[in-house]
């Protein structure tokens, strides 16, 4: 398997434009996660999915994020309207089960200006 | 979901053992605790999960006592290529992985 593969690896875009973020998990395995990193917060969980369902979006920060996951092998994470304080890392992960070995994408480096 | 503290930064030189101790004084029965390291550009590695006394595999030690309050990731002989942030997670089984800052270990020669 190829990993966890994220696109674009990096975005730059005017604020209030629409944003999307994508992210094939490892197949076959059940959560996928989205964080984003930031100098001053670290690496946030901003939600999480099992077997396609959203199960913990309680870290998403405002309305304008939204993310969804229409099949086992795909998932996207949309900003609308962004704001340069959106700038980040974006990371998905997956993994088999809970509390099991997590495997994070490479990344998209969002920058909104 | 049990907190975790670990500090901010470490300066290591090549060839010498690491010892990275990470707090966590409300882990509950059901958490494990499991360590991550990340270098730059790149999403987090997963190095060793344990739920008590020693875990070892060819990577890393992890050291937890009998208490759980603490455990310890022990990093034998790091190189130039150590250099990452290391992440100390306490994972409960109803919630997924928070990471937070880290401890940014730099390796000199």
Known sequence: DAGVIQSPRHEVTEMGQEVTLRCKPISGHDYLFWYRQTM?????LLIYFNNNVPIDDSGMPEDRFSAKMPNASFSTLK??????????????????????EAFFGQGTRLTVV | LAKTTQPISMDSYEGQEVNITCSHNNIATNDYITWYQQFPSQGPRFIIQGYKTKVTNEVASLFIPADRKSSTLSLPRVSLSDTAVYYCLVTDSGYALNFGKGTSLLVTP
């Open chain 1, 40 to 44: 001053m917060r670290g690496l946030e």
């Open chain 1, 79 to 100: 900003i609308q309207p962004s704001e340069p304080r959106d700038s980040a890392v974006y990371f998905c992960a997956s993994s088999p089960f809970m509390n099991t």
